[in-house]
């Protein structure tokens, strides 16, 4: 490689480290002369607490800018082996500044815009020398809320207020996943990705990379109009289409607890938001290559720049093909994935990004299968193997083809007032056709029934709002309103039959089922949703934070069986609402109080034909977040209650029908903390999770802990960079995964506690040979002491756990 091109992305590279980008202070500087430490100041200098470390000047420099609200921008050269002694006390701008600078040799001067820009201070003393350009920032910046996160810290979010929000200012308890955090810890489907996420369960891979479904606060949480958003938007109109690709993806939020403000309708656990990779406008190119366990081969890369001199035109085009077997013998894991975007902002006011995606995968399904057999002794000690192939591998299939397109509409048309506007298409198709399982009737003999579906279904949702920045008096507003529409179609075709007995032992797959296609036992699933929300955060005294929102919703949903013909409408309408009252302290700490709201229409009727309402779901939090000034850290917790009634409860005076009479109530404390100190990054999460059915009808349940959720979940990864060790380009990673047991209702077996340990070593090959800058070679290992476990969500619910899986990888970046 060339020494300009060494240089060229030196520079690149130097521009997105050596640049502090915040908001630029409202009370303004007027343009400096051309005084190298400007003094004049055409306006009373605001005072602000700097709590800035002594150590690098670049960090120095980048606390100052998150901490003061300032744009300083400077090349990572002219900062290169120089120290600062750190900023401390209330102080203007100016004053922080200089004692940032103070014994370095560098100066610094305002442009016209606003923005600061640090030059060598010239020989000849302040008013002569040539002042150094300034660099124009490119891409998007480590501080927004849906742009690229370089590590694990992200210190802003969307998800909880549909504006860019810093989470230190946000009353309730949201994570981010960053693409980084998916990348360091192996992840292939969106459950490895929040495995280290507080409160947040998922089922082994054999399930998992076929559908996301998730357990959040006790509450599921899946794909299928039930709190999985991709971009802030629902996705999928049926939880088995296929689970996302995190390759795909520039960070993961999830916002916990009931949240039906800002998005409609969904359960009270909270939501899972996929934020999708979109164009930038500095280069960015990958090609990575792996291949490990089950014979896993993939390719994958990533584009990304500017297609114009002018930068108005940006794309971006992810990739990702894989063939693979699994775990289970016959079972392939094979997806291709492809994802193009274009951006059209011809100013810093306007852009239009559409995006589009394409997803196959081609896989076979794994069946539930009963506590019998898996967690204790079955008829005649009989017991499942984890990797046996239950069902026949010329019957059973999984191929699924699911395709988007859409847009993102964000115009700024007046100061302070911004307009927002989404839409989206989706449309899958699925052949599923497997074996269910059911209990041993005899020693390793068990009894099988086969089916049949096709399935296709679509969704078409658009949300607007209209977002405005304004005062009134000493109250700072940050007002979003607006309305979405959600329309969804599953078409769903079920056909089975039985299949003769099966003999877990001898694998012997020669009776292949006769299916009858007379009776279709799927059903037409038509839904329209229709909201309008208003949320406000007022920010008062540059501490207190007020958060005040409402939403009424419409929902439209009709269910024709296919077997019966028999129709089945209601019409629901809800209003949900949500407050929250924040303190943020000089010092980092931000405690807080919250309650919110959630619905979720229920399709059928009561005995006497009446329709279901909706469940409705409310949560009391109170919360705390840490983020000491000037540091790379966020420390959250929060201990809250959240209760579910009318839940459907089997009616006591005709057991065909259900009545409105359950209730569940989960209460937990959560602890989560993120870092990044120097060479090291950590991760680490605690959920106490005490989920309980209240009322039910169901002989067993009251009372009874849901099935499937823990206690106790604890989950730490930490990340070492060694080049402070003298050992140069060398990365080494690790963490544990631990749940304890967990209670499965109708049966007196619970799950057995476990812990999982990962590990993941990096070696930058730049360090052998300056020809291999840009090339990463990486070994990843999930599951490393291959400890044996049964995940299980019911009686007839449990699923073998993910083995020791190792993949290695080659990445290289230019």
């Known amino acids: 490689m060339g020494n300009g091109t060494m240089a060229a992305q030196r520079w690149l590279r130097g521009t997105a480290v050596g640049v502090c980008v915040a908001l630029v202070p409202s009370w303004g500087w007027a343009q400096s002369a051309t005084s190298a430490t400007p003094s004049g100041l055409s306006a009373p200098a605001a005072t602000r607490a700097y709590a800035v470390p002594a150590g690098s000047l670049e960090s120095v420099l980048l606390s100052l800018g ?33 004692a940032a600078l103070a014994g370095t040799g560098l100066s610094y001067r305002q442009q016209a815009d606003g923005t600061i820009t640090v030059f060598e201070t010239p020989a000849g003393g302040q008013g002569s020398g040539t002042q150094l350009a300034p660099i124009t920032v490119v891409g998007n910046t480590a501080q927004s809320a849906s742009g690229p996160v370089e590590g694990y810290v992200a210190t802003r979010a969307t998800t909880a207020s549909k504006a860019d ?34 409160s947040v369960l998922s089922q082994p891979s054999g399930f998992s990379r076929l559908a996301d479904d998730f357990m959040v606060r006790g509450f599921n949480i899946a794909s299928g109009n039930s709190g999985m958003l991709r ?7 049926n939880v088995y289409d296929g689970g996302q690709e995190p390759y795909g993806l520039e960070r993961v939020e999830v916002l916990r607890g009931a949240a039906s403000v800002l ?15 979109k164009p930038t406008l500095e280069p960015r190119h990958e090609v990575a290559l792996e291949w490990g366990s089950h014979e896993w081969k993939q390719a994958a890369t990533d584009h990304s720049g500017a297609i114009d001199p002018d930068g108005v035109w940006s794309y971006r085009l992810v990739a990702l093909n894989r063939e693979a077997n699994s775990a289970v013998n016959l079972v392939q894991d094979d997806k291709l994935y492809l994802a193009p975007s274009v951006r059209f902002a011809p100013n810093e006011d306007f852009s239009l990004t559409v995006q589009a995606s394409h997803q196959e995968i081609d896989s076979r399904f794994a069946p539930p299968l009963p506590v019998a057999g898996t967690l204790s002794a079955a008829t005649g000690n009989g017991q499942f193997s984890s990797s046996s192939f239950l069902g026949d591998p010329d019957f059973d299939r999984y191929e699924s083809t699911a395709d988007t397109v859409g847009y993102a509409l964000d115009w700024e048309f007046s100061d302070g007032l911004t307009l927002r506007h989404s839409g989206r298409y989706y449309e899958s198709s699925v052949d599923w056709d497997y074996m269910q399982i059911g209990d041993f009737v005899a020693a390793n003999t068990i009894a099988r029934r086969a089916s049949v579906r096709h399935e296709e279904s679509y969704g078409v949702t658009s949300d607007t709002s209209v977002q405005a920045k304004f005062a009134t008096g000493p109250v700072d507003h940050t007002l979003v309103g607006g309305v979405d529409v959600y329309h969804s179609s599953y078409d769903s075709n079920r056909f089975r039959s039985g299949v003769g007995l099966f003999n877990v032992s001898t694998l012997t ?12 036992f799927g059903s037409l699933t038509e839904q329209t949703q229709l909201g309008v929300y208003v949320q406000d955060q007022l920010k008062i005294d540059d501490h207190w934070i007020v958060l005040l929102g409402g939403r009424q919703d419409w929902a439209d949903s009709s269910v024709v069986s296919y077997r019966t013909n028999a129709h089945n409408g209601t019409m629901d309408q809800a209003f949900s609402g949500n407050a929250g009252l924040l303190y943020q302290f000089d010092f980092g700490l931000s405690p807080y109080v919250s309650y919110s709201q959630s619905f979720a229409p229920q399709s059928g009727t009561d005995a006497a034909g009446n329709a279901f309402d909706p469940t409705l779901g409310e949560q009391v939090e109170v919360g705390v977040h840490y983020q000491p000034p000037g540091t790379e850290t966020i420390v959250s917790a929060a201990v809250y209650r959240l209760t579910q009634t009318n839940s459907l ?25 993120r870092t990044q100190l120097n060479d090291l990054g950590l991760v680490a999460s605690y959920a106490y ?6 009322d039910s009808n169901t002989a067993g349940e009251p009372g009874s802990r849901v099935s499937g959720v ?21 990365r080494v990673g690790g963490g544990v995964r631990y749940q304890d047991a967990a209670n499965i209702i109708g049966t007196t077996v619970d799950t057995k506690s476990r812990a999982l340990y990962d590990a993941m070593i990096s070696y930058d090959l730049a360090t052998l040979s300056p020809s291999l800058d840009g090339a990463v070679w990486t070994i990843n290992a999930r599951n490393l002491l291959d400890e044996k476990y049964v995940n299980c969500v019911a009686v007839d619910g449990c699923r073998y756990g993910d083995p020791r899986t190792i993949i290695g990888n080659v990445t290289y970046r230019w």
């Open 66 to 98: 998150q901490q003061g609200g300032l744009q300083i921008f400077y090349p990572s050269s002219l900062t290169d082996g120089l120290t600062s002694k750190g900023v401390q006390g209330t102080l203007s701008a100016d004053q922080a500044l200089q």
């Open 165 to 198: 929000i810093p989470l230190s200012e946000t009353p309730r308890s949201v994570s981010v996943v960053t693409a980084d955090l998916i990348q360091d810890t192996g992840a292939s489907s969106m459950a490895d990705s929040l495995g280290y996420t507080a």
């Open 231 to 237: 971009d802030g938007m629902k996705l999928q109109s």
């Open 263 to 277: 998005y409609g309708q969904m359960g009270p656990g909270g939501l899972i938001n996929a934020v999708s990779k």
């Open 509 to 520: 797959y020669t009776t292949l089922p006769n299916v009858s296609y007379a009776a279709n």
């Open 649 to 673: 409860t089997t009616d006591p005076s005709n057991s065909s029908y259900s009545v409105q009479t359950g209730e569940t109530r989960s209460q937990g404390v959560e602890l989560e903390a």
């Open 689 to 694: 999770t005490d989920a309980r059915i209240i």
């Open 710 to 730: 823990p206690l106790n979940t604890f989950a730490l990864w930490a990340d070492y960079r060694t080049d402070s060790l003298g050992i140069k380009g060398l």
